[in-house]
């Protein structure tokens, strides 16, 4: 790979790390994660007048997508009400290509290599330091950040299908964010009863840069799978394990401990052999 390619795999990493802090540094999460849904709608919109419309057969799996990414972001919320970002993130990543890898071992029949052992293994040690001993996650974050991981493994299954049927990724991409952003803010507004947004609120804006850095962290390893091969792309990324323990420390007040730091560092290095398999 390129030194650009290495670089942009690097900055997405960072930038998805940095917006799951600003969701974890909110008072409000569930509200800081629907205004963050707005920026995405936003810039999503003019696409769906632009582009053609995705084929019939896609729209099952645009509207399956965007309420998965719904089911996400409210499990999400709750397993960062339990947990911090250096505990909640690795688990949620590490998850991820760990049921990718094991589904299509137990479905679809495909065989482990070398990595993948070691890549599972890996990731299985990790997540159990996190949620075992001293110092470990509450219950109640492990069974959220699983369930997150489990959430972002289907709707990923979903898109993979989705896209090919769509006859036109970016179209299939906008749709997906507008159905998203239609129904987090009647989420809210059924749990809550309503949503205010105060546009002099530092909030308001602090959650819409964080939906900014998402989206933007989404452009950026787009950019990357264009410009190199995906295996190695998607381990890198994983490295956003590494910088969410750094930034909870740094900017969250978290606590590092060597135990932490150790977990942290055995998924990410488990995650890279998944993420340069698959």
């Known amino acids: 790979m390129s030194a650009i390619v290495v670089g942009l795999a690097l900055f997405a990493a960072i930038l998805h790390a940095t917006w799951n802090a600003f969701l974890r540094s909110g008072a409000d999460r569930l509200w800081t994660v629907t205004v963050m849904s707005f920026s995405s709608s936003v810039l999503a919109f003019p696409f769906i007048l632009i582009f053609p419309l995705p084929a019939a057969s896609a729209w099952p799996y ?6 998965l990414q719904l089911g996400y972001s409210v499990v999400l919320v709750a ?27 137990l479905l679809a029949g495909e065989r482990l290599g070398t990595y993948q ?5 890996l990731v299985a040690a990790g997540i159990m330091s996190l949620s075992l001993g001293k110092g470990r996650a509450s219950t109640s974050s492990i069974l959220f950040a699983l369930a997150t991981g489990a959430i972002i493994a289907s709707y990923a299954t979903v898109d993979a299908i989705g896209v090919r049927l769509a006859g036109h990724s ?11 952003g ?6 809210f507004m059924v749990m809550r009863g309503k949503l205010a947004v105060d546009a002099r609120s530092p909030e308001t804006w602090t959650a819409l840069g964080g939906g900014l850095v998402a989206m933007i962290a989404y452009g950026v390893v787009v950019s990357a799978f264009a410009l190199g091969p995906a295996g190695p792309i998607t381990a890198l990324r994983e490295t956003s ?35 340069y398999q698959s």
């Open 170 to 180: 970016g179209a299939y991409t906008a749709w997906v964010l507008v159905f998203y």
């Open 241 to 275: 394990v590494v910088f969410a323990v750094l930034i909870g420390w740094l900017f969250l007040g978290e606590t590092l401990t060597a135990r932490r730091i150790v977990a942290c560092g055995i998924v990410t290095i488990g995650a890279i052999c998944l993420g």
């Open 182 to 187: 239609a129904l987090l803010p009647a989420t």
């Open 62 to 67: 645009v509207a399956l997508s965007a309420f």
């Open 79 to 105: 397993a960062y009400r339990y947990g911090e970002l250096g505990q909640v993130y690795p688990i949620v990543r590490g998850t991820v290509p760990l049921l990718v890898t094991l589904g299509g071992f």
């Open 117 to 121: 052992m070691a890549g599972v293994t």
